[in-house]
């Protein structure tokens, strides 16, 4: 059974970093794309960062862009979401994601099959 498992989030100050991590099992391919949605109170679940199979295409949302860096480790079945100069409407829960029928990174939600539960990112003001 494939489980997506997020640890990391917590409660920084504006301006901080913090690094989420994710680690994969149970998904049927050897080769697919990873990445991260957010969801923010009273608000629709958002794209964040995506990776292709071996990180070497990735996406970001504009509001990310320089700021979050996504990288992953194929060996340890790993997806990382660097965050820097977090600010306040960073706020939300993260997931990870895979797209277990595909190699390639999706912005559209509707196109990763596994998600994780979630973990909770806070920066205060």
């Known amino acids: 059974q494939a489980k997506l498992v997020e640890s990391g989030g917590g409660l920084v100050q504006a301006g901080g970093s913090l690094r989420l991590s994710c680690k994969a099992s149970?998904?049927?391919?050897?080769?697919?794309?990873k990445g991260w949605f957010r969801q923010a109170p009273g608000k629709e679940r958002e794209f964040v960062a995506a990776?292709?199979?071996?990180?070497?295409?990735?996406y970001y949302a504009d509001s990310v862009k320089g700021r979050f860096t996504i990288s992953r480790d194929n060996a340890e079945n790993l997806v990382d979401l660097q965050m820097n100069s977090l600010e306040p409407e960073d706020t939300a829960v993260y997931f990870c994601?895979?797209?277990?029928?595909?190699?390639?990174?999706?912005?559209?939600?509707?196109?990763?099959?596994?998600w994780g539960q979630g973990t909770q990112v806070t920066v205060s003001s």
């Open positions: 994601v895979a797209r277990g029928t595909s190699i390639w990174p999706s912005r559209s939600r509707d196109d990763y099959e596994y």
């Open positions: 149970g998904i049927p391919n050897s080769r697919y794309a």
């Open positions: 990776s292709d199979w071996n990180g070497g295409t990735t």
